[in-house]
Nanobody, 121 residues
Framework: QVQLVESGGGSVHSGGSLRLSCVASGYTFSTYSMGWFRQAPGKEREAVAAIDSDGRTTYADSVKGRFTISRDNAKNTLYLQMNNLQPDDTAKYYC???????????????WGQGTQVTVSS
């Protein structure tokens, strides 16, 4: 079955960096779109970044220029490099996969358990 396991979360100060990883198994990783989502307490889940099977990327306006999504198909791993982190980035970050980016954004995806990112000012 599809499994997604995130890691790399933690606590940093404003301006700091973190790299999240998501190791996937149970399906043909290279043919699926992948994405990072986040949810802060009391807020709705929001899409952060996505990458399709051809490597095309999309980002939320709030993270453009600061976050970079990438994938290593040889390692079945998705990454999110997060630079210049701000307190508003505090949330639980989830990895997700679906056959297309549209299905990802529709929520019709497989999800990981999430990893917490906390940014203090």
């Amino acid at each position: 079955q599809v499994q997604l396991v995130e890691s790399g979360g933690g606590s940093v100060h404003s301006g700091g960096s973190l790299r999240l990883s998501c190791v996937a198994s149970g399906y043909t990783f290279s043919t699926y779109s992948m994405g990072w989502f986040r949810q802060a307490p009391g807020k709705e889940r929001e899409a952060v970044a996505a990458i399709d099977s051809d490597g095309r990327t999309t980002y939320a306006d709030s993270v453009k220029g600061r976050f970079t999504i990438s994938r290593d198909n040889a390692k079945n791993t998705l990454y999110l490099q997060m630079n210049n982190l701000q307190p508003d980035d505090t949330a639980k970050y989830y990895c997700a996969t679906a056959p297309t980016v549209n299905l990802l954004h529709a929520g019709q995806a497989y999800w990981g358990q999430g990893t917490q990112v906390t940014v203090s000012s």
